[in-house]
């Protein structure tokens, strides 16, 4: 049993007598069947619901600073010149199909391979021309929180991008110039291990 169900199951004794009631459901039940007579099924299934599913290989470029996919053969379209290319300090996880916290709308771009925020009617400025276009898994993303991940991901307003906003340089904006960062501070998951 987790430490969450564990507190689930505790906070549903109110008595000695139903404390040992609830173990002997245990032994005849099984651990979900006797929390299932006790704990109501709504509250039961978000305790034992697994966490939402996370994409890995993410990656900021080190030319533009833009988030962008690298599990293709292929490396988008980078503002500054060709395709992104990869910095080597993290490997980043992004949560998708979850109900939060978090922003949601953070789409892939299939033209230029750049995470984006697809939240409003404009779509940004793509460097592989026009506007973005959202494809795949909608991404909810942390911010403004104490998560373990880094902080200072931002969203860009001239182009649309989450872009990295912790160093003096701010990269290459597909919009001319550099990105401009506006709204939440982002806190992206960086714990995946890099070979
Ligand atoms: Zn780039
Ligand atoms: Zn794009
Ligand atoms: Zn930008």
Partial sequence: MSKAELNLVQSCFHTELSRRDFFDRVVRYGIAGAMATLVPSTV???ALAPPPPKQDNWRRCNKCLTMFYNGFRT????PKS??????DESNFKLTYN???PGQREW?????CQALFYNGYSSKGVCPAGGGHFAQGFNFTLPHDTNVPGQRDWRFCDKCEVMFY????EKGV???RGIHNAQGYNFVLDNTVRID
């Fill in 82 to 87: 060709g395709a992104h290319i990869r910095g």
């Fill in 173 to 175: 904006c597909a919009a």
């Fill in 75 to 78: 490396k988008g379209r980078c």
């Fill in 44 to 46: 039961l299934s978000r």
């Fill in 98 to 100: 979850s109900a939060g």
């Fill in 107 to 111: 789409r892939y771009c299939s033209k």
């Fill in 165 to 168: 906003n912790g160093w003096n």
